[in-house]
């Protein structure tokens, strides 16, 4: 361990190192990070880009009595590291480990959940207003980046917090790279802001006068409003009634402390709303990931030294991937098809697409509202929206694909990606809730393909309606199965049998139709791929229930709401009675964790099924075992 972090138990201990070995602690804090993270895998572009700004940041400002938000959250290992978890960083993301997130469960530190970006200005407006009604002292910072300043939801919080009053500090940490890279208006406009040489230039003077004596910082400050005012006139922030001051260089310690502290002075004195714009570079520190901050995202364990290699055999293609091949085939046919993200190419498989068909791909930020309706408005003109989003992220859209895109019955279709447990990423990023969400919207379908063969038929099938349908697949690949070259879909709403057994059938919804398979081989049950959520195919449906005497429901997602409860509620409509019992994910947020050991966990393997059909029908499978002998 290396002498200075090793002291390091928390921020206190930060504090009171004299200035001049704050350097040092940073450059050993990367190396750590970096050496751990290479160790367990997880975010590492983002957080070798946030360790002097942590450092900084802890410094100045009294944790966790003053209220830190960091957003999105993936840039929080130094601040775990600093914050009394240092030693528990081999751990990361593993089942009974600590998040990658943060999460206020954790540490006193983790003042905030920020999984999902662009809430942070909005929960540090709240914070600092709850302090200003208690009468408290303490201040509250959000530090707001990799692309998550392009949601609106950052601008109705800087819109409303422009006319309160408290302790609230707003720092952009302007990387010039979110998980993709970064699009939109906003980010030209910072690009040019940091551009211009005679803006840059002013800054530095003003640095330099305010390394000197206290009395010239009315002078600095003086000159800096003048320069702002010559190159860049009325500056946005401004206009939502901050007080902006930058940028400066994030990775500068000399720079950052003596301007937070100036700022903390200011908030003590009730001098409102302040925003800081950092630049920090992603990777920073690590020439690997600083070229190619993209695939140092999030990777995989690593040997530093080496970097990133390819493994000498070439795995099986993941569902993202089959989709991405599918996109750009479906393009290739259809000229209508146009490509949305909310800033997740390269998560979503889009990276081809956006090549070979830049005019009708579109990126539209970390906006997944925005997308929605956008998608909704081609659609009316006669194009055919596809709306690459993952599951845990159309959750934030779902008033748009109400009212703006089922209501109309608009033809978009969303390619739901991450459905089911995402492994590491844990609760905040799993699909858990797309079927319940998705199939009680009118004029919505919902398809659940089982392998990689069905993604891409049930996707085509998909685009063939006239309405919205939304085709889910989980993260990861499948079993391998061979994918079709051509662009024929399944039949819509169908379903079919593929084991014929007795007395119990189970009804699969997705890629447990394979763990399903093995517990039918077992057990002598008959076992249905129903492929589709909505519309159920109630003639397959009423077929199993009037030849069997109990069916079981699987599916990787929701028990509450999902399609074990459309098959209930469509054998309460048929007049149909018969015992069902529901397998799937309970009414508990599952942590993050291996896949395998997840679904084990929660009863979703092939042992797990077989077990919960033996407990509930156990009697009927000894009576079946019995006619089998009689027979």
């Given at each position: 361990?290396?002498s ?21 602690l ?6 750590y ?5 290479s ?7 983002s ?36 914050t ?44 600092a ?85 206290p ?31 930058g940028?400066?260089?994030g ?9 937070l502290?100036?700022i ?10 302040q ?11 690590y ?37 991405g ?47 929605v ?82 993604c ?23 079993i ?13 709403g ?16 997705g ?6 398979l ?53 054998l ?34 092939a ?25």
């Open positions: 361990m290396s200075l972090l090793s002291t390091i138990e928390s921020p206190t201990d930060l504090r009171r190192l004299p200035r001049t070995q704050l350097g040092p940073a450059q050993e804090l990367r190396a990070l970096l050496d751990s993270v160790r367990t895998g997880g975010h590492l572009s957080n070798l880009g946030t360790v002097e700004l942590t450092v900084a940041l802890h410094y100045v400002f009294n944790t966790p009595e003053d209220r830190l938000v960091w957003d999105v959250g993936h840039q929080t290992y130094p601040h775990k590291i600093l009394g978890r240092r030693d528990r960083m081999h751990t990361l993301r593993q089942w009974g480990g600590i998040s990658g997130f943060p999460r206020r469960d954790e540490s006193e530190y983790d003042t905030f959940g920020t999984a999902h970006s662009s809430t942070s200005i909005s929960a540090a407006l709240g914070m207003l709850a302090a200003k009604m208690k009468g408290e002292s303490r201040r509250s910072v959000a530090i707001i980046g990799d692309g998550a300043m392009t949601a609106g939801m950052a601008f109705e919080a800087l819109n409303n917090a422009g006319v309160e009053t408290g302790r609230l500090l707003v720092i952009l940490n302007d990387n010039d790279m979110s998980i993709s890279p970064p699009v939109g208006a906003l980010n030209r406009y910072l690009a040019q802001l940091m551009s211009g040489q005679f803006y840059a230039a002013a800054k530095n003077v003003g640095k330099s006068v305010l390394k000197g004596a009395p010239l910082f009315e002078l600095a400050k003086r000159l800096e409003e003048h320069a702002k005012g010559m190159v860049v006139p009325a500056t946005l922030f401004e206009k939502f009634g901050f007080n902006y001051i940028p400066i260089d990775h500068d310690l000399e720079s950052l402390i003596p301007t502290e100036n903390r002075h200011l908030m003590d004195n009730d001098n409102g709303p925003f800081l714009h950092v630049v920090t570079k992603k990777g920073q520190g020439k690997l990931a600083e070229a190619d901050p993209v695939a140092y995202h999030g990777p995989g364990k690593f040997d530093p030294a080496v970097g990133l290699v390819k493994p000498a055999t070439p795995p099986k293609p993941t569902f993202t991937q089959v989709f091949q599918w996109l750009c085939d479906m393009a290739e046919a259809d000229t209508r098809l146009v490509g949305i993200t909310p800033a997740m190419r390269e998560g979503s498989g889009m990276v081809e697409f956006h090549q070979r068909f830049p005019g009708r791909y579109f990126d539209v930020g970390i906006a997944e509202q925005h997308a309706t956008f998608a909704g408005g081609l659609a009316c003109e006669g194009m055919k929206p596809v709306v690459a989003i993952y599951s845990t992220f159309l959750q934030r859209a779902y008033d748009q694909l109400i009212h703006d895109v089922a209501l109309q019955n608009l033809p978009v279709v969303f390619a739901l990606d991450r459905a089911g447990l995402v492994g590491a990423d844990g609760a905040t990023h799993a699909g858990a809730y797309d079927i319940a969400f998705v199939r009680c919207i009118p004029n919505m379908a919902m398809a659940c393909p089982a392998d990689e063969a069905e891409r038929q049930l996707l085509s099938t998909a685009f063939a309606q006239n309405h919205p349908v939304a085709v889910r697949y989980p993260r990861g690949a499948g391998g199965a061979q994918v079709p070259a051509g662009l024929e879909g399944l039949p819509y169908k379903g079919e049998i593929r084991r014929q057994g007795r007395r119990v059938a189970i009804l699969a919804f890629p447990l139709l394979h763990p399903a093995a517990v039918g081989e077992r057990l002598g049950l008959s076992v249905a791929n129903m492929r589709w959520a909505k519309p159920l195919d109630t003639d397959l449906l009423r077929e199993l229930a009037r030849s069997h005497e109990a069916l079981v429901t699987v599916e990787e997602g929701c028990v509450q709401g999902g399609a074990g409860s459309a098959v209930l509620e469509a309460q409509a048929e007049g149909l009675s018969l015992p069902v019992l529901s397998l799937g994910l309970p009414d508990v947020f599952t942590e993050h964790g291996d896949p395998g050991r997840l679904l084990a966990d929660l009863g979703l393997d042992a797990g099924i077989e077990r919960s059909i033996r407990a509930r029908f156990g009697a009927l499978l000894t009576d079946g075992a019995n006619d089998l002998k009689a027979a």
